[in-house]
């Protein structure tokens, strides 16, 4: 894999399977696919450890990633949600960013201080 992604990063188009001719990803879950309990594990865990928790470009209506939400904020994380549509956590989290993600998120790591001014 990492050979395939140094050849895509030097300007090549991506690359099909050579089975089935199906697209190349290095560690995604899409939907219908098979979760990783260990993944989800670790996710949970932190969760439940982390001051700050961002929703990141998801509805929070698929379980059991969904519940990292209620996990993190019953432990005492701040929370922030960002996405283009409403969440059912909207109304109890500490900050909602609605819009897209690929505008907010450049934003909110270029310039962290303008974009916590809007948490408090
Ligand atoms: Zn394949």
Do not use: W
Not at 28 to 52: C, K, N, W, Y
Request: glycine fraction near 8%; aromatic fraction near 4%.
């Amino acid at each position: 894999m990492e050979r395939v992604l140094d050849r895509v990063r030097a300007g090549e188009d991506d690359h099909k399977c050579r089975d089935c001719g199906g697209i190349l990803k290095s560690d995604t879950i899409s939907f219908g696919q098979q979760l990783v309990p260990e993944v989800i594990d670790r996710a949970m865990h932190a969760a439940g450890e982390a001051d700050l928790f961002l929703a990141v470009g998801t509805s929070l209506q698929v379980y059991p990633i969904a519940g990292a939400f209620d996990l993190a904020r019953a432990a005492g994380a701040r929370t922030v949600i960002m996405n283009a549509q409403p969440t059912p956590f909207d109304d109890i989290a500490d900050a909602v960013l609605p819009g897209s993600i690929s505008e907010l998120l450049p934003r909110l790591v270029t310039d962290p201080e303008s974009a916590s001014r809007s948490l408090n």
